[in-house]
């Protein structure tokens, strides 16, 4: 049994070395690690090398410069849209600051259109020696337009133009809602010389054919001429009334035809305003309009 041992054994030596042998034969391979590999990170391709500085700097700077010329192009933009809306605007304030002065130089021409005109009308008084002051201040008035309805009773409404002597002339409509209306105190004219409630002069044209002229004084109501002009449309009508104050006189025309005049020496500066008579209690009573209201004043 020994003798079977020893031979099992040197046969297995034998085959030992010849392994050796052949092994030591072999190139020498790397072994791959046991361990798992790390997990792949997906969002990037996994070819791609990871940046360098380099590359972070560069990629930093594109960015810069991409940001800095889409500001630029942001501000540029903008700035062109400003600088647009800008001379839009501009042509807009142009075209209205035009706009304006072409209506200012009409309403001037305009103005001065009438001014010639009535300046023809105060240069024919003068020849008729109806004016004598000098220095003339012209002014075209708002139009008028008034309603009163109180029998016996008669209202003014201011011009906001004060003078002792002066020219107001107007185109004048009148409509009444009675056809029974008490004509002689109903009518529309002027009211001058006005200090306060007590003491002023009025002068209008009553429904009746009248030129009438009167004073307040001291809360005293005087008549100081009445004259006949013609019949009158009524209830409704039209007429041109003109009234001349100068020196302490007054004149009143109607339809350029002297109607009433007179003297009074307290004639003084005052308001003049625009006057209505009512004449009936009836619905809206008297209603007066007044247009081409035209004043020439005197200093």
């Given at each position: 049994m020994n003798t079977i041992l020893r031979s099992w054994i040197a046969m297995v030596l034998l085959l030992g070395t010849a392994l050796l042998a052949a092994c030591a034969t072999l190139p020498a391979?790397?072994?791959?690690?046991?361990?798992?590999?790390?997990?792949?990170?997906?969002?990037?391709?996994?070819?791609?090398?990871?940046?360098?500085?380099?590359?972070?700097?560069?990629?930093?700077?594109?960015?810069?410069?991409?940001?800095?010329?889409?500001?630029?192009?942001?501000?540029?933009?903008?700035?062109?849209?400003?600088?647009?809306?800008?001379?839009?605007?501009?042509?807009?304030?142009?075209?209205?600051?035009?706009?304006?002065?072409?209506?200012?130089?009409?309403?001037?021409?305009?103005?001065?259109?009438?001014?010639?005109?009535?300046?023809?009308?105060?240069?024919?008084?003068?020849?008729?020696?109806?004016?004598?002051?000098?220095?003339?201040?012209?002014?075209?008035l708002e139009d008028f337009e008034q309603e009163w309805a109180q029998l016996g009773w008669f209202k003014w409404w201011g011009t906001g133009y004060a003078a002792e002597n002066f020219v107001l002339s107007a185109d004048v409509a009148w409509q009444s809602a009675s056809n029974t209306a008490d004509w002689y105190t109903t009518g529309c004219g002027i009211v001058f010389s006005l200090n306060d409630e007590d003491n002023y002069h009025l002068a209008f044209l009553s429904l009746d054919g009248y030129g009438v002229v009167g004073r307040k004084a001291k809360g005293d109501l005087k008549l100081l001429a009445a004259e006949r002009y013609g019949n009158l449309s009524t209830p409704d009508g039209d007429a041109k009334i003109m009234l001349v104050v100068d020196d302490k006189r007054v004149n009143f025309y109607v339809n350029d035809k002297l109607v009433t005049k007179v003297y009074d020496n307290s004639l003084n500066e005052g308001d003049i305003a625009l006057t209505l008579l009512s004449g009936t209690n009836k619905d809206f009573g008297t209603r007066c309009t007044m247009t081409n209201l035209e004043l020439f004043g005197f200093s």
């Open positions: 391979t790397e072994v791959a690690p046991t361990s798992p590999p790390p997990p792949t990170d997906t969002s990037a391709p996994t070819d791609t090398a990871p940046p360098t500085v380099d590359t972070l700097a560069t990629q930093a700077a594109e960015e810069s410069v991409q940001q800095t010329a889409d500001a630029q192009a942001t501000t540029d933009a903008r700035a062109a849209t400003e600088t647009q809306a800008a001379q839009s605007k501009a042509a807009t304030a142009t075209g209205i600051v035009a706009l304006k002065q072409t209506s200012t130089a009409e309403v001037q021409a305009t103005a001065t259109s009438y001014a010639t005109a009535f300046l023809n009308v105060i240069e024919k008084l003068r020849g008729e020696g109806v004016v004598k002051s000098e220095n003339n201040q012209y002014a075209r």
